[in-house]
């Protein structure tokens, strides 16, 4: 999953490098238009990527049925992923995580993903890189973790994981639980609940799980208003 990218070539790029490993499923997200001629120069053989590519308004729109959304980012800072997954530790990850959407999101070509769109992932992969030049382009990038997935991933085992949708509203019903017994002293609301969805993405979990974890927080919450009353 491309968020902006900014000439056709790059994705060009992408799409061979994505192709060459076996991975044909390409979404962009954003409105822009992108000379074709430019796209099949560098794609190649792999242009039937691009053309049967998926178009998202919004990294939102894009990861509604994803089971798992993985950010790429090289940066770090406060409000981004307490901590990072090599690409290794990600195609390890994916074994335990089963059927379904499994979106690898990459940034935009001159500053990455915002801390915004970072949120959104469940967790973040970091390609290791000299610290005296540490940019990789988005196509090598793209290459690297697909080469990693083609490399250590065999047939994948598992049940099938919630959808990033559920995640979402067991997320907010853990957040709303946490409010109604008074937990938040400021506004760490928001907080709280992306700790707690990175935590439960990673996590892997079934339906039956999801529905165990609510019924839990919603009691939490109901015996302390009882008790409060």
Same mark, same amino acid.
């Given at each position: 999953?491309?968020?902006?990218?900014?000439?056709? !070539?790059?994705?060009?790029?992408?799409?061979?490098?994505?192709?060459?490993?076996?991975?044909?499923?390409?979404?962009?997200? +954003?409105?822009?238009?992108?000379?074709?001629?430019?796209?099949?120069?560098?794609?190649?053989?792999?242009?039937?990527?691009?053309?049967?590519?998926?178009?998202?308004?919004?990294?939102?729109?894009?990861?509604?049925?994803?089971?798992?959304?993985?950010?790429?980012?090289?940066?770090?800072?406060?409000?981004?992923?307490?901590?990072?997954?090599?690409?290794?530790?990600?195609?390890?990850?994916?074994?335990?995580? +089963?059927?379904?959407?499994?979106?690898?999101?990459?940034?935009?070509?001159?500053?990455?993903?915002?801390?915004?769109?970072? !949120?959104?992932?469940?967790?973040?992969?970091?390609?290791?890189?000299?610290?005296? @030049?540490?940019?990789?382009?988005?196509?090598?990038?793209v290459q690297i973790i697909t080469y990693?997935? @083609?490399?250590?991933?065999?047939?994948?085992?598992?049940?099938?994981?919630?959808?990033?949708?559920?995640?979402?509203?067991?997320?907010?019903?853990?957040?709303?639980?946490?409010?109604?017994?008074?937990?938040?002293?400021?506004?760490?609301?928001?907080?709280?609940?992306?700790?707690?969805?990175?935590?439960?993405?990673?996590?892997?979990?079934?339906?039956?799980?999801?529905?165990?974890?609510?019924?839990?927080?919603?009691?939490?919450?109901?015996?302390?208003?009882?008790?409060?009353?």
């Amino acid at each position: 999953m491309l968020v902006e990218p900014q000439d056709g !070539a790059n994705i060009g790029s992408v799409c061979r490098a994505m192709k060459t490993m076996g991975i044909e499923h390409l979404a962009i997200v +954003g409105d822009r238009d992108y000379d074709e001629s430019r796209v099949k120069m560098l794609a190649i053989h792999a242009f039937d990527v691009y053309e049967h590519h998926s178009r998202y308004d919004s990294l939102e729109q894009a990861l509604t049925e994803s089971v798992l959304a993985v950010g790429t980012s090289r940066r770090r800072g406060k409000n981004r992923k307490y901590f990072s997954l090599s690409p290794e530790q990600f195609a390890k990850h994916l074994e335990t995580v +089963g059927p379904g959407i499994v979106s690898i999101v990459f940034g935009r070509e001159a500053d990455g993903l915002t801390d915004a769109e970072l !949120a959104r992932c469940h967790v973040s992969i970091r390609i290791p890189t000299s610290d005296a @030049f540490p940019s990789l382009n988005l196509a090598q990038a793209v290459q690297i973790i697909t080469y990693t997935l @083609f490399r250590e991933l065999g047939e994948m085992t598992g049940f099938e994981p919630i959808t990033n949708e559920r995640l979402e509203h067991l997320t907010d019903t853990i957040g709303s639980s946490y409010e109604l017994i008074g937990f938040y002293k400021q506004n760490e609301r928001e907080e709280v609940e992306r700790f707690y969805r990175d935590i439960l993405a990673r996590a892997a979990l079934s339906e039956r799980e999801a529905q165990r974890l609510e019924k839990m927080f919603i009691k939490m919450a109901r015996l302390k208003v009882h008790k409060g009353s």
